[in-house]
């Protein structure tokens, strides 16, 4: 049987209104981290970091896929009502992990101090193909708006990667067909990541891909 999806019912609150709700995109990611749920586990990660959390409920369902084992949680998002809406999502799941919220660009308040020492980094990206003058312009766009290609947050953090990564470390990424993944893949090999594509679905219009990144090969 399938590891529950975290309660987010919370998120019908007023002052959540602007926080993304759990979509096709985040439960491919779910999906993805539970299909890795052995490989996980045998990594015995110290430190996972989840950029842009929204509700919460990636940070959460990781805490599920890697109990018994306990790891540090960081999330992290721009949005303050995510930033919210994450701690109370921690709050209602199971104490699996220890999540601590951080509202902050990327990992931007965290960088000196996480730099070589994430296990697993996950980030589902405000993508979808926008003028550049979306980005950002409200909270509720913050979510979605991604400019060029839905590339330019992502484009924003993926030279920052392989500095954050532990030596073992693994990055998650969900994107769809107009952000270009093996143009993705390609950046990240210059920046010494290897990557692949390891689960595809179409939802509606939107073709989503997560994407796995390692350092080595044999892992991603
Ligand atoms: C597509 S939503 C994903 C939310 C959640 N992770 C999920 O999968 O349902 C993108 C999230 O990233 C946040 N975000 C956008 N740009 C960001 C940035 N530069 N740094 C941190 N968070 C960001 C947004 O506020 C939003 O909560």
Redesign the pocket.
């Known amino acids: 049987m399938g590891l529950p999806t975290p309660d987010t019912a919370h998120l019908a609150r007023p002052e959540y209104a602007s926080?993304?709700e759990?979509?096709e995109?985040?439960y491919l990611?779910l999906d993805a981290l539970e299909n890795d749920r052995a490989e996980l586990q045998a990594l015995r990660p110290a430190v996972c970091v989840?950029?842009?959390?929204?509700?919460g409920?990636?940070s959460a369902f990781l805490g599920q896929v890697l109990a018994p084992h306990r790891a540090l949680i960081v999330s992290?998002?721009?949005?303050a009502a995510?930033s919210a809406a994450t701690r109370e999502t921690a709050a209602r799941a199971a104490p699996a992990a220890v999540l601590e919220q951080c509202r902050?660009?990327?990992a931007q308040a965290l960088d000196g101090r996480l730099r070589g020492g994430v296990d697993v980094l996950l980030f589902?990206?405000?993508?979808v193909v926008t003028p550049a003058d979306e980005i950002?312009s409200t909270?509720e766009a913050?979510?979605?708006a991604g400019g060029r290609d839905g590339r330019e947050?992502l484009d924003a953090l993926l030279p920052q990667v392989a500095g954050l990564l532990a030596p073992a470390g693994r990055f998650y990424l969900v994107a769809i067909e107009e952000n270009k993944p093996d143009e993705i893949v390609r950046i990240m090999a210059a920046h010494g990541l290897a990557g692949r594509r390891v689960l595809s679905r179409r939802a509606g219009r939107e073709h989503l891909s997560i994407l796995r990144f390692a350092r080595s090969p044999a892992a991603c």
């Open positions: 926080v993304y759990p979509a995109d985040t990611l989840e950029i842009g959390s929204g509700s409920c990636v992290t998002d721009i949005n995510a902050t660009r990327f589902n990206p405000p993508y950002d909270p913050s979510a979605w947050v």
